[in-house]
């Protein structure tokens, strides 16, 4: 069976290393070709994972006939001019969390890929991350009686905006974190929401120099009657012993379940330097290894999995962009002090 041809548009972190290495390694697939802006990083990538071809402009890579499907991985507010000339170019796609940080962005994209009938998915990668698979299917067996509220929280320390994101002054915690979130309250829930009140905190990050808020503190009312609280920061000291901290409560009518992915504690590590608590489920990838380990690299399989054989998209452009909508609708309520109605 020929192997499908993929491409990687931003190397970064994540596209630069988990999209690049699916791709890479999956007998099914073939990394044809890496974009980025900076050539030698996208060179270094390239031959870190055997691309033979290496391109700073997108457009480029879209135009290759032997590119079947392509993961866009660039800075959350820079989804909407690839994925639309990506649609157009007729080539399945793959997003990073969020879809896109505007509602017109989001609609944009969704009438491109309709119009040209291509896949698109958005790599909400917490959809195959076993803590809430397990949740959901407790949910779905009725073990926790009807759900009727959920607390949500998903932090980072001030080394994601101050060192990890150079674009970080066009994003917020809200955006980059709020998204993994609120996809989880609608996937657990199976409802969407209709009013969300917010408020927002700034300062901390200003004095650093970054140009964003500090904090969204959120409550989404869903139609069925849950309701959600989303708490979200970048101003974790960076002393704490993960860069992210994901805690998740669900409570139902018949139970309760608590959620710890962050510092569950399962390996702890002390060194004279620092303390950490080293992930065992998101990413654990042996650089000289083939094999795929942790959610995170099989949530981008999966994407795989769609385009090669067909199968159900982990997580569609219509899920996404009603989180696109509802954060929207949170910084709006955040800013005006107001509840946001949702239709």
């Not at 980059?176 to 700034?202: E, G, I």
């Not at 452009?317 to 696109?324: C, D, H, R, S």
Request: hydrophobic share 45%; charged share 20%.
């Amino acid at each position: 069976m020929p192997k499908i041809g993929f491409g990687v548009i931003g190397t970064g972190i994540v596209g630069g290393a988990w999209h690049a290495h699916v791709y890479h390694h999956l007998p099914q697939a073939e990394l044809v070709a890496i974009c980025d802006l900076d050539e030698a990083r996208a060179r270094e990538v390239a031959e870190r994972y055997g691309a033979p071809q290496v391109y700073t402009d997108y457009r480029d890579l879209l135009a290759r006939d032997d590119i079947a499907a392509v993961s866009i991985a660039t800075p959350d507010f820079a989804h909407r001019e690839i994925a639309v000339a990506a649609a157009n170019a007729g080539k399945h796609i793959l997003v990073e969390k969020p879809l896109a940080t505007t509602t017109e962005d989001a609609e944009a994209i969704l009438r491109a890929v309709d119009a040209a009938g291509v896949k698109l998915m958005v790599d909400f990668h917490n959809r195959v991350n076993p803590a809430f698979v397990t949740s959901r299917q407790t949910v779905l067996d009725g073990e926790l009686g009807e759900l009727k509220y959920i607390y949500a929280r998903l932090s980072n320390t001030t080394f994601v905006p101050t060192q990890m994101l150079p674009w970080a002054s066009k994003s917020s915690a809200l955006w980059f974190l709020a998204s993994h979130t609120l996809d989880m309250a609608c996937w657990l829930l199976n409802d969407q929401p209709k009013r969300v009140y917010a408020v927002s905190r700034s300062g901390v990050l200003q004095e650093m120099g970054i140009d964003t808020q500090d904090l969204h503190v959120a409550i989404v009312e869903f139609q069925r009657g849950a309701v959600v609280t989303l708490e979200n920061s970048w101003i974790l000291p960076e002393t704490e012993p993960n860069v992210f901290n994901l805690k998740m409560e669900l409570l139902g009518s018949d139970g309760v379940m608590y959620i710890n992915t962050s510092d569950n504690r399962t390996v702890e590590k002390y060194t004279r330097a620092a303390v950490s608590l080293p992930d065992t489920l998101g990413f654990t990838l042996d650089p000289s290894s083939a094999r795929l380990s942790g959610f995170v690299l099989e949530a981008i399989a999966r994407f795989v999995d769609a385009v090669v054989d067909d199968a159900p998209l982990l997580a569609t452009g219509a899920e996404a962009a009603l989180v696109t909508r509802v954060l929207a609708a949170i910084e709006e309520s955040a800013q005006s002090g107001q509840p946001v109605e949702l239709h």
